[in-house]
Each structure stands twice: as structure tokens, then as C-alpha cells.
């Protein structure tokens, strides 16, 4: 039987959304200062909220999100097959 709890509604991040937070820690950035580089990019982006969204796997499949995720890699240094 299932019992729906707070923890089991819990977005979870994917291995790729847990690279980027721990570059972004490494060089002192944040999800926001990410997202406003993306939108200086030309990226349509919500800022931190969206950027939030790509680290658990939401929006990543639309065509606006497989450009963000590109940039992302771009600018964090982050190899295509990780």
C-alpha cells in the first residue's frame, strides 16, 4: 500500500541536475546568476524556478530546454556523455 507523504512527493534531481549544482558550488554560483546568463544567451528562461525544473528533469525534452541544457554544458564545462 502506498502512503503519500511529503517525502514521497519530493522532486528528486537527476545525475546531470547534481553535476550542475556541484559546478555551479565549485565556481560560487547560483541558480539564478545561471539562469541570467542564459537569458544574456537569448534563452527564454523563468530564472531560478525554470532553471530548477531542468535539475529534476522537467522541460528538459521541449526545444527551448535542449537549447538550455547545451548552454549549461557550455558554460559549466560539462562534457555531452557524462
Known amino acids: 500500500m502506498f502512503v503519500c507523504t511529503s517525502e514521497a512527493l519530493k ?9 550542475v549544482q556541484r559546478r555551479l558550488k565549485e565556481r560560487g554560483m547560483t541558480q539564478t546568476a545561471l539562469a541570467n546568463l542564459l537569458h544574456s544567451e537569448g ?9 530548477c525544473e ?5 522541460r528538459a525534452n521541449s526545444k527551448n530546454g535542449l ?16
Open 11 to 19: 522532486a528528486t534531481i537527476t545525475p546531470w541536475g547534481a553535476e
Open 43 to 51: 534563452i527564454s528562461s523563468e530564472g531560478r524556478g525554470y532553471v
Open 54 to 58: 531542468l535539475l529534476r528533469g522537467r
Open 67 to 82: 537549447q538550455a541544457v547545451s548552454a549549461i554544458n557550455r558554460i559549466l564545462e560539462i562534457p555531452e556523455e557524462l
